[in-house]
């Protein structure tokens, strides 16, 4: 009933600029904190950065980030962005989305997109 689509990974050089978008779509009531994950290869999944909701939004960034990427949310289009500037080899990963919603049928609960692979190359 609700869904998280991500877009806009790709292969990008080192230094390269990437914007990765997450749209929620379904029956949604609302939608609180939005965040981003990544998953390289052999490793535990990560948080990135949040995001949260209301009228004074504040975010949180993992250190490996900070600097380098921001993120941002549209709630109008319930979407979340992430902007990740100055790509380094060690990016690579699956970045995936994640949302505290609540929906028609559900009180708040995290959902997760499928993920979109970033691969910077050296």
């Known amino acids: 009933q609700v869904q998280l689509v991500e877009s806009g990974g790709g292969l990008v050089q080192t230094g390269g600029s990437l914007r990765l978008s997450c749209e929620a779509s379904g029956r949604i009531v609302s939608v609180a904190a939005m965040g981003w994950y990544r998953q390289a290869p052999g490793k535990q999944r990560e948080l990135v950065a949040l995001?949260?909701?209301?009228?004074?939004?504040?975010?949180n960034y993992a250190d490996f980030v900070k600097g380098r990427s921001t993120i941002s949310r549209d709630n109008r289009k319930n979407t979340v962005y992430l902007q990740m500037n100055s790509l380094k080899a060690e990016d690579t990963a699956v970045y995936y989305c994640?949302?505290?919603?609540?929906?028609?049928?559900?009180?708040?609960?995290?959902?997760w997109g499928q993920g979109t692979q970033v691969t910077v190359s050296s």
């Open positions: 994640n949302a505290n919603i609540r929906s028609l049928s559900t009180t708040y609960q995290d959902y």
């Open positions: 995001i949260s909701y209301g009228g004074s939004t504040s975010t």
